[in-house]
């Protein structure tokens, strides 16, 4: 289940702050993360409002006040 409102975590890159978040909300963190620990591709993640796409972007580093938006990502027509 993922959480409701916003959630704050201390984290210095993106995959820290998808790991610390997994600590109390495990399926989510499942939800954006493969078991190679990689970006799923039916997942759309916004840092500071700028879509992050690739695997370098786990290792993005993050602002202080950083937000970050996780969504589920449609296609089709």
Same mark, same amino acid.
């Given at each position: =289940? /993922?959480? #409701? !409102? ?15 978040? !997994?600590?109390? +909300?495990?399926?989510? /963190?499942? +939800?954006?993360?493969?078991? &190679?620990?990689? $970006?799923?591709? &039916?997942? /759309? ?10 695997? /370098? #972007? $786990?290792? @993005?580093? @993050? ?5 970050? +938006?996780? =969504? ?6």
């Amino acid at each position: =289940m /993922a959480p #409701a !409102g916003t959630v704050e975590v201390a984290a210095a890159r993106l995959l820290e702050a998808i790991d610390a978040i !997994g600590q109390d +909300y495990p399926h989510l /963190a499942a +939800y954006v993360l493969d078991e &190679h620990r990689r $970006l799923r591709k &039916h997942v /759309a993640v916004f840092v500071d409002g700028r879509l992050i796409r690739g695997q /370098a #972007a $786990l290792d @993005l580093v @993050l602002a202080p006040e950083t937000d970050i +938006y996780v =969504m589920q990502a449609l296609s089709g027509g």
